[in-house]
Each structure stands twice: as C-alpha cells, then as structure tokens.
C-alpha cells in the first residue's frame, strides 16, 4: 500500500477505534420507525440497520431497539373491513382496535425485527412492553374518549437490562400494560424516549424514513442541530408537522431526563446508525436542551 494513502486510512481506523472504545458498555436506544417497515417499501438500509446493531452488539455495545408499526396495523385493519379514525393524529383504538394492534406489534412486526436480527448473526428477545411491566401506562386523559389510547406512566427498565446484560438485543414494541393488566397503545416515539430515559441511555436515536428535521421553505434542508426553543417554534409555525412532532417531544423529555444525546436521523441511508456513533459529524438532525 502507498504511503500516503496508509497514513490516511490509519489515522481515521483510529479515530474510529477511539470511537469505539468510548462506546463500549453504553446503552443506544433506537426507536425504528414503522414508516420504514413496510413490506413494499422494504429498503436495503432497513437490513444495514440490523446489521448494525449486531455489529454495535459484537464489539460491546448494548443496543435497545424500540418499534412502532402504524402502516402494517392500518393494512391489517383495511384486511379485517375496520376502519380507524384518527383524532390529533391519534388511532381511536377500541377493544376490537387493540387486539389488532396488539397482533401486529407485539406479533408479526417485532417477531419479523428478531428473525433479522438472527439472521444478521445475531441473537434477539422480542417484547411488548406488557412483559416485565416494561411500558406501564394509564389511559391518555382528554375531552374525548379514545379508548386504548395510553400514555406512559412509568418505565421499569429491569427486564431490558437483564437481557442487554446476557447478550441478547431486547426488541421491545410499543405496547404498555395498566395497573389492571390493561393493554394501552402507545406511541412509540413517546415511549421509545421514556425507555431511553429509565435506561440511562448514552444516546436515542429516532430512525424514520426522513434524512432528519427538514427546515421547510425553499431549500428545506436537514437541520443538522436544532435547539430546544426553535424546535417548539418550527412546532408552532407548523414546520414540524404530523409524525415529526412526537419524535422531537420524546427527544426533548429524553434530554430533560438526562440522556446526554438525541437524534433524529434517516433510516434509509445506508449505515446511518454506525455514522452516528463514529463519526465527529454525524448525520441528520441532532436535538439539543
Ligand atoms: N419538519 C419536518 N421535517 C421532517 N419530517 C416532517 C416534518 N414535519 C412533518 N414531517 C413528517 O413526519 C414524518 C415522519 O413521521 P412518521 O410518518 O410518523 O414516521 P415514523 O414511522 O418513523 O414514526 C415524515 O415522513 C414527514 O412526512
Ligand atoms: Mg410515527
């Protein structure tokens, strides 16, 4: 090999292997967004993405995955003849709903994340966030009764960590349980920041099928950083629109709990999970307080 080039391509397998050092024994919590996880639409950055996580699990790190699934439980409803009705962006999730939703999540979609993971050469557990009361909730207050529909109330973390500890990647769906033994849908942005927080996490990162926080306007380019007090602003100007206002709102409680770091990045670029982690720029956006 030519020197020069050797020198060059040291010094960055350095930088990277310090990178590496720093992460060991971390908790990443990794919230992969059911936009990305549709059949039809399955990307090859969707397999780059499990591919990463058991890299990041080999060489010591303790990666959480957290998903959601609103596309394949819409589908699966329009299957069954039910339609959903949403109220502030919110499924109105009656019993029959739930069950629906509870088959999807905590059934074909996280049991689908584990077979990747498998095989990528991993090894996953696949939970709801009933299991180990993981994801306790009650149901989401309002004018309006939206049946299931929960919010977090508390996180108990101690599963999670029992399997991160024992070489399993813990794959959880958002799904909370109620003091009676209630299922509650939850949404997974909200909770993948709650789950974030009770793990004392080094970083969340919301994957999803935007390269980040678009700025709006002409350009409408990625935020690569975007501080607390704008983001509620782009909120206010309706900037940040739908689907992004749960995923800044869980970065900011992440942040308020103490996670030192918060993402949201595109789950369709290739690697994006591993750029993040070692490299000095990262990609998409990053949240601040
Ligand atoms: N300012 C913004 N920047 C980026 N995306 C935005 C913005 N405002 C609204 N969105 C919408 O948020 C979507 C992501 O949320 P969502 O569809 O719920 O994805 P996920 O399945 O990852 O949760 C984007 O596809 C985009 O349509
Ligand atoms: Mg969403």
Known sequence: MDTLVSTTLGTSLAQTLRYVNAWKSKTVVVKYGGSLMSPEDASPAGDTL???????????????LIHGGGPEITRMLDRLGKRSRFV??????????????????AGRANKALVSMIVAAGGSAVGVSGKDGKVLQARKLPGPEDLGHVGEIDAVDPTLIKLLSGNGYIPVVASIGIGADGRSFNLNADHAAGALAAALGASKFILLTDVPGV?????????LSTLQANDARRLIREGVIARGMIPKVEAC????????????????????ALLVELFTQEGVGTMMTP
């Open 214 to 222: 678009l700025a709006g306007g002409e350009g409408d380019e990625v």
């Open 88 to 105: 502030n962006g919110l499924r109105v999730t009656d019993d029959e709903t739930m069950d629906v939703v509870e088959m999807v999540l």
């Open 50 to 64: 499990i591919e990463d996580l058991v890299l990041l699990k080999g060489i010591g790190v303790d990666p959480v």
């Open 252 to 271: 900011l409680a992440a942040l308020a709990a103490g996670v030192p770091t918060a993402h949201i990045i595109g789950g369709r670029t290739p690697h």
